[in-house]
């Protein structure tokens, strides 16, 4: 039975991964002993492990109680006797008032197993925000009070009357103004008067327009043959349409020979001038020669 038992613990013993046997913590220190609530401070841990293991922060490990990873700040891996030493460098922060005992622990990882180690547990004194004795409930919030300086309740108001009064001043002297300009009196425009051609210098006017501006050779031509049935038979033919001018010409006994041609070239007159007709050359002439027998002795 004894032998029986002794060859169970050896197994057992033997049973023990030889990475744990091999790990071993040797330093774990805090920057200071205590810290305020969510203040960071600096926890240095030293651990051995066996050549070519993994050392890693086990952050979610039960063992850290009330204090919290927040990140890694460097580590350092030295060959000593025996494996490598890990020397990492963790800022936590605790987030509950009073003495807090906590654990650190990490994760050794090798190629034949992840080990869990916890190194000797830390205190941390975390002072209280209440003062001693304070009960835990909530404060009531002191009243409210008046500020001196606040805005005054006539301001906006004040800012509206004024804006409509500059509205109103500046309408007011935009109507003086208008009225003003209005009122001022305009010098009349200087109005040349235009001195009829006479009939002969109108035709030789036409003549030299006749080729490049028809509507200007005819316009010359209209109105030398409207002066010289006004002069020669007392009536304003300068006055009256085509039309009219037949009437008034039958009226005033004018020749019926006359006064067809001068109806006909009137009538070619103010298609040219007034609805855009451009006769041929020929006819432009042939209209000339009409107008200088109507004009006659005056030509």
């Keep these: 039975m004894k032998r029986a038992a002794l060859a169970s613990l050896l197994a057992a013993l033997l049973a023990v991964p030889l990475s744990l046997s091999?790990?071993?913590?040797?330093?774990?220190?805090?920057?200071?002993?205590?810290?305020?609530?969510?203040?960071?401070?600096?926890?240095?841990?030293?651990?051995?492990?066996?050549?070519?293991?993994?050392?890693?922060v086990d952050a979610g490990a039960e063992s850290w109680g009330d204090v919290r990873v927040i990140r890694v700040l460097s580590e350092e891996v030295v060959a000593v006797a025996g494996g490598e030493r890990h020397r990492l460098e963790l800022l936590i922060a605790p987030f509950a008032p009073g003495s807090l005992q906590f654990s650190p622990a990490l994760l050794v990882t090798t190629p034949a197993e992840v080990s869990r180690v916890e190194l000797p547990g830390l205190a941390l004194t975390v002072p209280s925000a209440l003062t001693p004795g304070e009960p835990l409930v909530l404060s009531p919030l002191p009243p409210l009070f008046g500020i001196g300086g606040a805005q005054s309740p006539f301001l906006w108001p004040s800012i509206i009357a004024g804006g409509f009064l500059a509205a109103v001043v500046i309408m007011a002297g935009v109507g003086f103004a208008i009225r003003a300009l209005r009122r001022r009196p305009r010098p009349a425009p200087m109005v040349e008067e235009a001195v009829p051609l006479a009939?002969?210098?109108?035709?030789?006017?036409?003549?030299a327009l006749l080729e490049t501006d028809a509507t200007g050779a005819y316009r010359a031509i209209g109105s030398a043959v409207r002066r010289v049935l006004g002069d020669r038979y007392a009536f304003p033919a300068q006055a009256l349409t085509t039309e009219e001018l037949q009437r008034r010409m039958e009226v005033a006994g004018v020749d019926g020979w006359e006064a067809r041609l001068a109806r006909e070239l009137l009538r070619e007159c103010d298609a040219v001038v007034y609805a855009g007709y451009r006769p041929a050359t020929e006819r432009r002439e042939a209209d000339l020669t009409v107008a200088r027998e109507i004009v006659g002795g005056e030509a």
């Design 22 to 56: 091999a790990q071993g913590p040797e330093a774990a220190g805090l920057s200071q002993p205590f810290a305020e609530i969510g203040e960071q401070i600096v926890l240095t841990l030293e651990l051995v492990a066996e050549a070519g293991a993994t050392v890693e």
């Design 199 to 207: 009939p002969g210098d109108a035709l030789a006017a036409a003549s």
